[in-house]
């Protein structure tokens, strides 16, 4: 099979995402992993959460929707991608728990190569009438994983192990470059003509898109909190998987749609989403620091 054929914009933003990653290795030692796993009931819950409800609040958000067909498939691709790198960014960043973050969005990235199938498929039936076969490709998928997402992060782990005054000296400044950077390449991607690798979107499909994609941005934050709360997580890990569900891979999602269903109106709403999702996830940690007591930068206590 041959590889599908990326413009400049989305090497750039790989680019950023993996830097991105590098900053959050940085953040991390050997001891926040074991956690992870010793204590798995976090990775558990989020897990479960992931991959079998958000699809489903996609399927019924878009069944009782008014939207076009493309964007509603669009939407189903969308939630049945794991979390990915901004989702590791807003949780290091805002102290949430980084660790299980990376371990929970590169496990799901593997399973993901076996629903991702199915339930773009489904959709596909659903909707269409009709299944077309699509089948993610390991080469493609594994390299699109450990580089933009595992591979960064173990490098910035590393350099943390062995070096650890500069991983700290260099985490503050990291932060504010990247995020302005990442903001900076999705308003390309979003502006940018589709001949140079933009999306050749309208003001209208935006404002037609918007409303659904809020609405299955919200009820994903909220039941992915809300349910790990009631499974008896701590607030930190529940805001963790809160973001996880919310904060979607949206580079798989251009790939799927765009590379292997070769369909460039089934990503706009992966673009849509990627262009607030960032925004309604630091409003989202805001209120429950607030309603826990803490400033939107401190750590948790539980």
């Known amino acids: 099979m041959s590889l599908p054929h990326y413009s400049y914009i989305d090497f750039v933003i790989s680019l950023v995402l993996a830097f991105i990653m590098f900053g959050v290795g940085l953040s991390l030692t050997s001891t926040s992993f074991k956690n992870v796993f010793f204590y798995p009931k976090a990775l558990i819950t989020g897990l479960s959460s992931q991959i079998i409800v958000l699809p489903i609040i996609a399927f019924t958000i878009t069944w009782l929707s008014n939207l076009p067909l493309p964007f509603k498939v669009g939407l189903i691709i969308l939630s049945s991608c794991p979390g990915g790198t901004v989702s590791g960014f807003l949780t290091y960043f805002f102290k949430g728990n980084a660790a299980l973050s990376i371990t929970f969005t590169s496990i799901n990235s593997f399973i993901t190569l076996l629903t991702i199938p199915l339930i773009v498929n489904l959709s596909l039936v659903f909707y269409y009438g009709k299944s077309t076969e699509i089948h993610l490709s390991y080469i493609e998928t594994i390299i699109q994983i450990f580089s933009v997402t595992i591979v960064p992060a173990v490098i910035g782990v590393l350099v943390r192990s062995y070096r650890p005054a500069f991983a700290i000296k260099a985490q503050h400044p990291l932060k504010l470059i990247l995020l302005v950077a990442l903001g900076a390449v999705f308003l390309i991607k979003f502006f940018a003509t589709e001949n140079s690798g933009g999306s050749g979107i309208t003001m209208k499909e935006v404002f037609i898109i918007l409303p659904f994609a809020f609405l299955q941005n919200a009820l994903s934050m909220l039941w992915g909190f809300r349910f790990s709360r009631s499974s008896g997580l701590g607030v ?67």
């Open 236 to 302: 930190r890990n529940s805001c963790t998987i809160g973001i996880e569900a919310a904060v979607q891979n949206t580079t798989l999602a251009f790939l799927v749609a765009g590379t292997l269903l070769h369909n460039q109106d089934m990503v706009k709403p992966s673009l849509i989403y990627a262009l607030f999702s960032f925004w309604t996830a630091i409003a989202y940690i805001y209120i429950i620091k607030r309603s826990n007591g803490l400033k939107l930068f401190d750590e948790f206590k539980s």
